[in-house]
């Protein structure tokens, strides 16, 4: 087990959020540059900019741990290494191109395959999500320090959270298990902060898009007292082939159907 302070590394990363957040909205503000990655999918000069700036502060707070970054892919990564982190610069790009509020950026450290830090930031909407530990969550909204618990906001109603585009049966069929009564669609790893602030009660979704889209969302909601397991509420872990989602469902707390 690698000994690591993690308090310290989350702490000292938030600053860099900040910096690389101001600098995303300064990019979208003034035009981002879109390229095509090898799968079609949009890279913009912002994920790059954000990119670099993640990567060099993380590699000055833990020198030996490798990085993988959805812009950098690391494919190098030895097949037992178990400690790694996972970045993804902007997680809805094609939200960022179009100047909409839900995309973020996105960092957590992976060790023995569980996320163990998070570090969630929505710049525009000013809202900072972090965590590295059990009841050691935390949000920076409008310069507030607040603590996530995933305590219920709206008691009246279950509120589902979906991604955008059509629903899934599979989800729906989740969905009408679990009595949820409205749905919200939400972009981005934002989700799974909304679970954790208590805004919102449980998000599913089939396989889809990679570990580094959910990995610091997952810590932070676990950290609040939440839950991430698969369908079946298996635990849900990182380092797979490929870096692969498997079939996710994200809940505000475990026994959600109780």
Same mark, same amino acid.
């Given at each position: 087990?690698?000994?690591?302070?993690?308090?310290?590394?989350?702490?000292?990363?938030i600053?860099?959020?900040?910096?690389?957040?101001?600098?995303?909205?300064?990019?979208?503000?003034?035009?981002? %540059?879109?390229?095509?990655?090898?799968?079609?999918?949009?890279?913009?000069?912002?994920? +790059?900019?954000?990119?670099?700036?993640?990567?060099?502060?993380?590699?000055?707070l833990?020198?030996?741990?490798?990085?993988?970054?959805?812009?950098?892919?690391?494919?190098?990564?030895?097949?037992?290494? *178990?400690?790694?982190?996972?970045?993804?610069?902007?997680?809805?790009?094609?939200?960022?191109?179009?100047?909409?509020?839900?995309?973020?950026?996105?960092?957590?450290?992976?060790l023995?395959?569980?996320?163990?830090?998070?570090?969630?930031?929505?710049?525009?909407? *000013?809202?900072?999500?972090?965590?590295?530990?059990?009841?050691?969550?935390?949000?920076i909204?409008?310069? %507030?320090?607040? #603590?996530?618990?995933?305590?219920?906001?709206?008691?009246?109603?279950?509120?589902?959270?979906?991604?955008?585009?059509?629903?899934?049966d599979? #989800? +729906?069929?989740?969905?009408?298990?679990?009595?949820?009564?409205?749905?919200? *669609?939400?972009?981005?790893?934002?989700?799974?902060?909304?679970?954790?602030?208590?805004?919102?009660?449980?998000?599913?979704?089939?396989?889809?898009?990679?570990?580094?889209?959910?990995?610091?969302? &997952?810590?932070?909601?676990? &950290?609040?007292?939440?839950?991430?397991?698969? &369908?079946?509420?298996?635990?849900?872990?990182?380092?797979?082939?490929?870096?692969k989602? +498997?079939?996710?469902?994200a %809940?505000?707390?475990?026994? +959600?159907?109780?």
């Amino acid at each position: 087990m690698i000994n690591l302070n993690l308090k310290y590394i989350t702490e000292n990363l938030i600053d860099t959020f900040l910096e690389a957040g101001d600098l995303a909205k300064k990019i979208s503000q003034q035009g981002v %540059k879109i390229t095509l990655k090898s799968d079609k999918s949009p890279v913009t000069d912002g994920d +790059l900019a954000v990119d670099q700036i993640l990567t060099n502060k993380i590699k000055s707070l833990t020198r030996n741990i490798p990085i993988v970054s959805e812009e950098t892919v690391n494919l190098n990564i030895k097949k037992e290494d *178990k400690t790694f982190w996972l970045i993804d610069p902007i997680d809805g790009t094609k939200e960022y191109i179009k100047k909409k509020d839900e995309y973020t950026l996105n960092a957590a450290l992976i060790l023995d395959l569980q996320p163990v830090i998070g570090v969630v930031y929505a710049p525009a909407k *000013k809202r900072l999500f972090f965590s590295y530990g059990k009841n050691l969550a935390f949000e920076i909204n409008n310069g %507030k320090k607040l #603590i996530l618990n995933c305590k219920k906001i709206n008691t009246n109603e279950i509120i589902g959270l979906e991604n955008s585009g059509t629903t899934p049966d599979e #989800i +729906l069929e989740i969905y009408k298990k679990y009595k949820v009564s409205k749905k919200l *669609k939400i972009s981005s790893s934002l989700k799974f902060c909304i679970l954790a602030s208590g805004e919102a009660d449980i998000y599913a979704a089939k396989a889809r898009a990679f570990e580094w889209d959910i990995a610091a969302g &997952h810590a932070i909601l676990e &950290h609040a007292g939440g839950a991430v397991t698969t &369908h079946d509420e298996k635990k849900f872990s990182y380092g797979k082939e490929s870096y692969k989602n +498997l079939p996710i469902l994200a %809940k505000r707390r475990f026994d +959600l159907d109780k």
